[in-house]
């Protein structure tokens, strides 16, 4: 498990430092156009928005990885109830990520895929930008199965 969780940090670690990388170059080379150059591109603006979409959804995945979400901590101070409050809150997670993240991202991509809907400025089918959401969420449902495991046995991930 432990080889596994390694595995998707790097995958994801990598992805957010390419996506942030291609961001600020995006960024940089609108902001040269439109100041320097006095004629902006409307291709960089619709581009680094769907970068950013796509490093905000991998961010959150490895953040919920990582156990580093936003949590209700009075039931962790207390000994007793540190593992059933871990235990609870990956079970909540769970259930919240299999049914709007995955499921609710699965019915979104597929109606926007018979509606064939298309990016304004691009013209990029928008299902490949929405397809982040149940990937994500697939890639969330893992790391969760791997923090269940590990507060099942006991162990430090």
């Not at 790097?10 to 080379?29: D, R």
């Not at 100041?35 to 581009?47: A, D, I």
Request: net charge positive.
């Amino acid at each position: 498990m432990k080889a596994l969780k390694q595995l998707l940090d790097q995958a994801h670690v990598f992805a957010m430092n390419t996506l942030f990388v291609s961001l600020v170059v995006i960024i940089f080379v609108q902001i040269l156009m439109r100041y320097v150059f006095k004629n902006p591109l409307v291709v960089t603006e619709e581009l680094s928005r769907f970068v950013l979409i796509y490093l905000c959804m991998i961010g959150a995945s490895y953040v919920s990885g990582r156990r580093a979400h936003l949590s209700i901590e009075i039931l962790k101070n207390h000994h007793h109830f540190a593992r059933y409050s871990a235990l609870i809150t990956e079970v909540i997670k769970f259930v919240f990520i299999t049914l709007v993240m995955v499921a609710g991202g699965y019915y979104l991509n597929r109606n926007v895929y018979w509606l064939n809907q298309t990016s304004a400025v691009l013209r990029i089918p928008l299902f490949y930008v929405y397809l982040i959401i149940p990937v994500c969420g697939v890639l969330m449902l893992i790391y969760c199965t791997i923090n269940i495991i590990a507060v099942v046995r006991n162990e430090k991930i």
